[in-house]
Every structure is written in structure tokens, then in C-alpha cells.
């Protein structure tokens, strides 16, 4: 799991690690800052993303 | 793991080439580079006796596998000279300890990068400055060794800015960032000595800002001197503030030290002064730093209690440094990792 601002970052390590495909789910940047609402608000918006990347439905 | 060697030829080993050859790669400081000739790091492996390719260290994020052969290809590439070879190597030890936390030092968005502190023989001998202006500019050893560990985490950990280092802003501190300890001046011994290494040469690696500076030209006793100290050390700002547990290298220029060493005041006492004296009060943290899950002593602390910015006096690291002059400094660590100090290899 990454914020948008990291995602491709997070793809770089991956890839160096050698699992370039690995399944990375991306909520809003920034989380620091953030009131809680928001965050909860992100984290119920990645469930769906998170689902599909686990079984491939959602 | 990852095994850096690869051979390129080049058109021409002129400095500016192999730096802009290595920049197409996504290689290099920025800076113009040394040619690593198969020559030149024959060369530099005479530094060492021993096996050019055992595998030292494995660094993460990318797991590269730093040999000695690789570790003198950069050192090459930074202008380093064979007798800086050890240093390197057991820097490169130091950095893979558990304590440094490096996969974490890479990862993060701070502006954290590895202090080299040399001590001992080796800082007379391989031509260290632990004197004026011991941090820099102007010492190849200090430079180019700093720089090669630079170019170690760029090359075989795979902290590039971007792909495996996020640090925000970054830092000056990540182009090179190696000082040797006045052993000659410092009234209470060596370092490494001090935390169990007793070894003619060592080196330690603490992951930190840039030294923040502590000026002092009136105290003649050590109180003064080491208010200003804890002064610098208790920034809302700093990562050390809500983590808590974080190291301090606190770098005593000879006459601070001896102005303490004067008064009767070991390292120890030192060390326990500033982590009685660099304290924040406890509302004014907790207010700043809400969200933060503070351990259950934190949370009990009434408002208007001083809470240390560090949770033991062992986490004050006090180190000599420097030449003639009332200037010292503090390193505030990344916070989530400790200092590591091994003996350099013969």
C-alpha cells in the first residue's frame, strides 16, 4: 500500500526486489495532516481496489 | 540479491565522460567520477589483503551485494586512495547491522544519511582530519571515503532519490559525510573504546541530519556550555522529539570537552547533564504531535513536566571533533535507528 506520491517509488523497490507485478493499492497523498474522517474516508475508497487485487472480483 | 559488477567501455576515462555515461545508466552523485579501470581497482584492492570477493554486506532496498571488489569499484569512482579501503569496508559492515535500520534510513522521507566517524590508528595513518574543519572541505580522505559510501548506497543498496531513497528534500549530508574523532584532544579516551570496541582502528555509522551547530564562547565551566547543548536538541521540529528513543551525537570541539574535563565531568556525566536538561514540557509535545501513540509513562506526564527528547542518557553519544575554536555540534539521528561501531579490518 502506497499514497499516489509514492506509487511509482513503491513500484521501483518492488521491481529491484525482483516482483515487478506486485499488487500495490494507492490511496490520496498526503496521510500526514489528515484528519481522521479523511482517513477513513481513503481507507473505505481502497477496499474495493484492495478486493479485486486480492481475488480478482470485487 | 543483486550483483552490481558489470564491464562498460567508454570512449575516454576523462572524468566528465564516465560521469555522464554513468547518468544514462541512472548512476552517479551528480559529480564527476573517477574511471574505475580494472587497473585502478587492482589497485585499490591492495588496500586489503583478503578475499576481493567475499560478500560483506548485503544492502537493501536492493539488496545489492557489496563485495570488497565492489566496495573498491566506488571507492575508485570517489577518488578514494587504498589505504581508505579498510574504512570503507567496515563501513559498509557498520551499515549492514540490524540496529541501523538501513532499509528504513532509505525508505524514509527524512533527510537522513549515514555519519562515518573514524577513530584510531587508521585516522593518522590513512591521512583522516579530525582537526579544523574536520567535517570539510579540503581532506581527500574524509571526502572521497564519505563520498564512496555515498556512491555504495547509490550503486548497491539502490537508494536513488526516486526508486529507492525518499527523502523529501534530500540533503548536502548525502553527498559525502565522514569526519574522524580527535583522539589527541579528547580528554576521556576514544570513542569506540567507550561502547566495547577495543580495536587500534574502528569506525562507527550514525544515520543523521546535518550537524546543527553550538556556538559558546563565554562559559568557562560546563553547565553553560552544555545548556546550549540541549538547546539545539529539543527542536519541535526534529524527529527525535516524538520518537523518543533516538540517538543525539553530540560532537564536543577540544575546548568545550576540556572545559568539562577541567570541571572533573566524564562522558558519562556529560552525556547524563544534557539528557536531564534536554527536555520539552510534555503539553506543548503531545500538542504538537497528537496523533502520535505515546508510550504510557509519556501519556501520564503532567503538562507542565519536562519530558526528555530522548529516553536515556545512553542514546547522548559525545564524541570529540574538531580544531581550535568554540564551536560543537549536534547530529539528531533519523530516530528509528541506532549508531553501530566496528573495528576496521587489517
Known amino acids: 500500500m502506497a499514497t499516489t506520491a509514492f506509487e511509482a517509488l513503491a513500484s521501483e523497490v518492488a521491481a529491484t526486489l525482483g516482483v515487478p507485478d506486485t499488487r500495490i493499492v494507492s490511496v490520496d497523498h498526503p496521510l500526514g495532516g489528515t484528519d481522521e474522517a479523511s482517513v477513513i474516508d481513503r481507507a473505505d475508497r481502497a477496499v474495493e481496489r484492495t478486493l479485486l487485487l486480492l481475488t480478482g472480483s470485487a | ?346
Not at chain 2, 547491522?97 to 528504513?104: A, I, M, W, Y
Open chain 2, 1 to 346: 540479491m543483486t550483483d552490481a559488477s558489470e564491464m562498460l567501455e567508454v570512449a575516454s576515462a576523462d572524468p566528465d565522460t564516465v560521469r555522464d555515461v554513468f547518468a544514462q545508466r541512472g548512476w552517479g552523485d551528480g559529480l564527476p567520477l573517477v574511471a574505475p579501470t580494472a587497473e585502478r581497482v587492482d589497485d585499490m584492492l591492495a588496500g586489503s589483503a583478503r578475499d576481493p570477493d567475499e560478500v560483506i554486506a548485503v544492502l537493501p532496498p536492493r539488496s545489492g551485494m557489496a563485495t570488497r571488489r565492489i566496495i573498491a569499484v566506488n571507492a575508485v569512482l570517489a577518488g578514494c586512495r587504498p589505504e581508505h579501503l579498510g574504512v570503507l569496508v567496515a563501513a559498509v559492515r557498520a551499515l549492514a547491522r540490524p540496529e541501523v535500520n538501513l532499509r528504513g534510513v532509505n525508505a524514509t522521507t527524512h533527510p537522513v544519511a549515514p555519519m562515518l566517524v573514524v577513530h584510531g590508528e587508521v585516522a593518522r595513518t590513512a591521512g583522516y582530519n579530525a582537526g579544523l574543519g574536520a567535517f570539510g572541505p579540503g581532506n581527500v580522505a574524509n571526502a572521497a571515503t564519505g563520498r564512496a559510501l555515498r556512491l555504495i548506497l547509490l550503486h548497491v543498496a539502490g537508494a536513488v532519490p526516486g526508486a529507492g531513497d525518499a527523502s523529501t528534500q534530500g540533503g548536502p549530508a548525502k553527498y559525502a559525510y565522514c569526519v574522524a574523532e580527535n583522539l589527541d584532544e579528547s580528554p576521556w579516551g576514544g570513542y569506540a573504546a567507550s561502547v566495547g570496541v577495543d580495536a587500534p582502528s574502528a569506525v562507527t555509522v550514525h544515520c543523521g541530519e546535518a550537524p546543527h551547530n553550538v556556538h559558546d564562547m563565554e562559559a568557562s565551566g560546563p553547565a553553560p556550555i552544555l545548556d546550549k547543548v540541549a538547546s539545539a536538541m529539543t527542536s519541535l521540529g526534529s524527529n527525535n522529539a516524538p520518537v523518543s528513543s533516538g540517538e543525539f551525537f553530540v560532537m564536543l570541539c577540544p575546548e568545550h570537552a576540556a572545559a568539562c574535563a577541567a570541571a572533573g565531568w566524564t562522558r558519562s556525566h556529560v552525556a547524563s547533564y544534557i539528557h536531564e536538561r534536554a527536555r520539552i514540557r510534555a503539553g506543548d509535545l503531545r500538542a504538537a504531535f497528537a496523533l502520535r501513540a505515546w508510550a504510557p509513562w509519556q501519556e501520564a506526564l503532567p503538562d507542565d513536566s519536562a519530558m526528555p527528547v530522548t529516553e536515556h542518557p545512553a542514546n547522548i553519544r559525545i564524541v570529540v571533533v574538531g580544531g581550535p575554536g568554540k564551536h560543537s555540534s549536534v547530529i539528531p539521528s533519523w530516530g528509528m535507528t541506532s549508531s553501530a561501531t566496528v573495528p576496521v579490518e587489517h
